[in-house]
C-alpha cells in the first residue's frame, strides 16, 4: 500500500530510492534492528511487471533474515526451486540440485523460490512498511546533494528531503547516485546480450520429463530448465499467476540472444518466438500446448555493468543491487545477490549511525562494502563468462556462441578484482555446472576469460629457492569488518566445525524454525587485520581472523623466510592471504641469493 505524500517528514536518516528486492530488503533490517527514520521511494506504482522470476539459494536466507520469508510462502506468489536442468549440447543434459555435493553428504535439500516478480515484489515492499518504514510509491528521485551534515534528496514532484545517507536501489535504468557522484558505470563483460520473453500457460512442468537423468521427477521437486541453441539460449521458469481472475502456473520463457543474432531471426514477433522454441528438441515437448498470456514480446537488455564506485561514507551514499552492478542472468543470481548486498548495507549504515562505534571502524566498514562488494561482483562476472565460454565450446558452428567463445582479455582488470580472485574459489554449483560434474577445474578451458583473469592474477610463483619478506613500508592494525558476501547458511571454501555443518543442515530443513541453526556472518561486524602500506594506506589487505593474517604477520615479522620453511605451515587461508599480500607489494619474494645480498 501506498503512504500518503502528505506524512511525507522533512528529515529520515536514511533515504531509500527503489522499492524492488534490495530497496525493500535494506528498509525491513534496518527497521527491524533499530529505530532509525528510513523512507523508500519508488516512481512505481506496485505491484509492477519485472523480470528476474527464478533466484539462487542464497536468497532465501536473507529473506528469513529480514522476517519476510513466512510472508511471501503464505503469499502463493512463489514455487520452490531445487536446483536445475542444464542442456548446453546434443548429449544428456547437467542435473544438479543446489549445493549437490552436500546434499549427497547429509539428504537434505537446499532450496529456493521461482516467483511472480509483481507479487513478490509488492510483499517484500509492504513488508518493509509493516517493520516501520515509510512507503512512497509513485513518488520518483530525480538527484541528490551531500554535505557535511546530510543529504539533500530531490523528489520528482518539486519537494525535497533531508536525510543522513541517501541510498541508490533503482535498478539498472536510473542510477543517481552515480551520475550525482560525477562516477561512470562501465562494462562488466563483453558480452552484450539481449533477452526476450513472455509467459505461457499449459506447458509441462521440466521435472516431468521423462528420462533416466531427471532427479526432480520422483519427488516433483521444481527446476530451472536452460537449454543452449544457435542462436542463444532459453530459460524454463514456472511462476504462480493470476489469470482470468486465478491463480495457476505460467511459465516464463525467455531467449537470451545478442543484437546481431536479433537482426537475422526477429524473435519479438510473437510467431517466429513460439516456431523458434518449439524446434528446440527436450523444450518442444513441454510447450506442445502451451498458450500465450498475451500478445506481444517482452525485452530487456542483460548488458553486464558495474559502478565504479560502490559507495562513498564522505559523500553519504551507497549503491545496492542493479544500481551498483548487474551481471547476465545465466545462474539467476540477481535477487540473490541484491538482497545480500542489502542486508551488508545495512550492517554499515546501522554501524555508521552508531554513537558507540568509532570513526576508524566505520571508514573500514565503508571501504570493505566498496572494495569486498566490487571485487565479488568482478569474479562473479568473470566466472559467467567462463560459463559463456565453456557451452561455445560444443556450438562452433554457431554464430552466437562463437562470439561469445572469443578470447576476452584481462587488461581492464581492476587490482581489486585480482585481489578477490585470490581470495575466492569458483562458486561450488556453477563450477559443477561447468564441468558437467567432475568439480575439477582442471576440465575448464585455460582460455576462458576466469582461468586467464586468475592466471594474471597469480603471476608469482614460489619455489623451492623464494625467500619471503614484508615490505619495509607494511604495517598493521586490528579493528572489524564487514564479512562480505556473507552468505548465510551456504557451503564454505575452508574448514568450518562439525556443529557448524550440522547447523546448516538443519537449518534447511526448515528456515523459518530453524533460523539461529545456521552462522549469520552479516549479523555484526567481525573480528580482522588490515595489512597495510604506511606510505599509501588504501593499499591493504584485510585479512579476517579465520585466515589467520595475525600469525602469518608473525612468521613474517622475523626477518626473510625462505618458501620452503613457511610454506609448510600455514593454512590454506593464509596461503591466500600471502598470495594477496604478494600481489598488493606488502611482501616482496626474491630469489634466495639476492636476499642473502
Known amino acids: 500500500m501506498a503512504t500518503a505524500i502528505t506524512e511525507l517528514s522533512a528529515e529520515y536518516d536514511v533515504v531509500i530510492m527503489g522499492g ?261 528438441p527436450g523444450l518442444g515437448e513441454l510447450i506442445a500446448d502451451a498458450e500465450p498470456v498475451r500478445d506481444e514480446m517482452l525485452t530487456a537488455t542483460n548488458y553486464s555493468r558495474i559502478s565504479e564506485c560502490f559507495g562513498s561514507y564522505a559523500d553519504r551514499w551507497m549503491a545496492v543491487g542493479d544500481a551498483s552492478y548487474f551481471v547476465d542472468p545465466l545462474f539467476s543470481s540477481g535477487m540473490s545477490f541484491a538482497v545480500t548486498q542489502a542486508w551488508a548495507a545495512a550492517l554499515v549504515l546501522r554501524k555508521t549511525l552508531d554513537a558507540e562505534v568509532d570513526e576508524q571502524t566505520t571508514q573500514d566498514l565503508w571501504r570493505d562494502y566498496d572494495v569486498e562488494w566490487r571485487g565479488m561482483a568482478e569474479t562473479w562476472a568473470l566466472s559467467i563468462d567462463q560459463w559463456y565460454h565453456e557451452i561455445s565450446r560444443s556450438h562452433p558452428d554457431s554464430p552466437y556462441w562463437r562470439a561469445q567463445g572469443r578470447r576476452v582479455e584481462t587488461d581492464n582488470a581492476t587490482e581489486g578484482t585480482f585481489q578477490a580472485l585470490l581470495n575466492t574459489a569458483l562458486e561450488p554449483d556453477l563450477l559443477n555446472i561447468m564441468t558437467k560434474g567432475s568439480r575439477d577445474p582442471r576440465d575448464l578451458a585455460n582460455e576462458g576469460p576466469y582461468l586467464r583473469a586468475f592466471t594474471a592474477a597469480d603471476a608469482v610463483e614460489l619455489t623451492p629457492d623464494s625467500v619471503l619478506a614484508l615490505a619495509p613500508e607494511a604495517r598493521i592494525r586490528s579493528g572489524l569488518a564487514a564479512d562480505i558476501p556473507g552468505f548465510k547458511a551456504m557451503s564454505v571454501p575452508f574448514e568450518v566445525p562439525p556443529q557448524v555443518r550440522h547447523g546448516i543442515t538443519e537449518y534447511w530443513r526448515d528456515p523459518v524454525a530453524n533460523t539461529s541453526g545456521a552462522p549469520a556472518p552479516l549479523t ?74
Open 524 to 597: 555484526e561486524a567481525v573480528a580482522c587485520h588490515r595489512i597495510y602500506s604506511v606510505d599509501d594506506p588504501g593499499v591493504q589487505v584485510r585479512c579476517l581472523d579465520r585466515d589467520g593474517g595475525a600469525e602469518l604477520w608473525r612468521l613474517l615479522s622475523n626477518g626473510p623466510v625462505d618458501w620452503p620453511t613457511l610454506g609448510p605451515v600455514l593454512t590454506a587461508l593464509q596461503g591466500r592471504a600471502l598470495k594477496r599480500l604478494i600481489r598488493a607489494g606488502l611482501v616482496v619474494v626474491a630469489p634466495a641469493t639476492e636476499a642473502a645480498d
Open 20 to 280: 524492488g528486492p534490495a530497496g525493500s530488503t535494506l528498509a525491513a533490517m534496518l527497521c527491524r534492528d533499530t529505530e532509525l527514520r528510513v523512507a523508500v521511494f519508488d516512481r512505481e506504482i506496485f505491484p509492477r511487471e519485472h523480470i528476474g522470476e527464478s533466484g539462487a539459494h542464497p536468497l532465501i536466507p536473507v529473506l528469513e533474515a529480514s522476517g519476510a520469508l513466512p510472508k511471501v510462502l503464505a503469499s502463493g506468489c512463489s514455487i520452490q526451486k531445487f536446483g536445475g536442468i542444464y542442456q548446453w549440447d546434443t548429449d544428456r543434459p547437467f542435473v544438479g540440485f543446489f549445493e549437490h555435493a552436500e546434499y549427497l553428504v547429509d539428504g537434505v535439500h537446499r532450496w529456493s523460490i521461482h516467483v511472480n516478480r509483481a507479487e513478490f515484489d509488492e510483499v517484500l515492499l509492504d513488508h518493509a512498511e509493516s517493520c516501520g518504514a515509510q512507503v512512497f510509491q509513485g513518488v520518483g528521485v530525480t538527484g541528490f546533494d551531500s554535505g557535511a551534515a546530510g543529504v539533500t534528496v530531490d523528489l520528482a514532484d518539486g519537494r525535497e528531503v533531508r536525510a543522513q545517507y541517501f541510498v541508490d536501489a533503482s535498478g539498472r535504468a536510473n542510477q543517481v547516485a552515480a551520475r550525482g557522484s560525477g562516477r561512470d558505470r562501465q562494462w562488466l563483460s563483453e558480452y552484450r546480450n539481449i533477452a526476450v520473453w513472455s509467459h505461457f500457460r499449459n506447458c509441462r512442468p521440466a521435472q516431468q520429463i521423462e528420462q533416466d537423468w531427471n532427479i526432480f521427477r520422483a519427488d516433483d521437486l521444481s527446476p530451472i530448465y536452460a537449454v543452449a541453441f544457435e542462436h542463444g539460449w532459453v530459460w524454463y521458469i514456472p511462476t504462480p499467476r493470476i489469470v482470468d481472475d486465478a491463480r495457476e502456473t505460467v511459465w516464463s520463457i525467455g531467449i537470451v540472444t545478442n543484437p546481431e543474432s536479433l537482426a537475422r531471426l526477429e524473435l519479438r514477433d510473437p510467431a517466429i518466438f513460439r516456431k523458434t522454441i518449439e524446434s528446440i
